[in-house]
Nanobody, 122 residues
Framework: QVQLVESGGGSVQPGGSLRLSCEAS????????MAWYRQVPGKEREFVAR????????NYGDSVKGRFTLARDNAKNTGYLQMNSLKPEDTAVYYC???????????????WGRGTQVTVSS
């Protein structure tokens, strides 16, 4: 029905940068918002950032403020997470979450991507 696919993960040295993408596809009528979460094995999933699709307003978790930046391409149904000044503590699996209205429905639904690994090390 609706799929979210993350890309852009990989390995980087401390202080480096990565840009993650999240492409939504399927029977989408509209996107309300897109958010990023991250998770380390054995720990609770942590909120990273969120962007509103209509106005582009954003909010960020305290641990990434000033380093991570969100953007979107409405025509492509794709969101981007620019990650700068990366630290080893940023190492995690990053998941995309989309709040979407599906064609033929009135309610909003949450969808999750499969995740992409980000590793920050020397």
């Amino acid at each position: 029905q609706v799929q979210l696919v993350e890309s852009g993960g990989g390995s980087v040295q401390p202080g480096g940068s990565l840009r993650l993408s999240c492409e939504a596809s399927g029977s989408i009528f509209s996107i309300d918002s897109m958010a990023w979460y991250r998770q380390v094995p054995g720990k609770e999933r942590e909120f990273v950032a969120r962007i509103s699709w209509s106005g582009g307003s954003t909010n960020y978790g305290d641990s990434v403020k000033g380093r991570f930046t969100l953007a979107r391409d409405n025509a492509k149904n794709t969101g981007y997470l620019q990650m700068n000044s990366l630290k080893p503590e940023d190492t995690a699996v990053y998941y995309c979450n989309g709040v979407v209205r599906v064609i033929g429905e009135r309610i909003l639904r949450n969808y999750w991507g499969r995740g992409t690994q980000v590793t920050v090390s020397s």
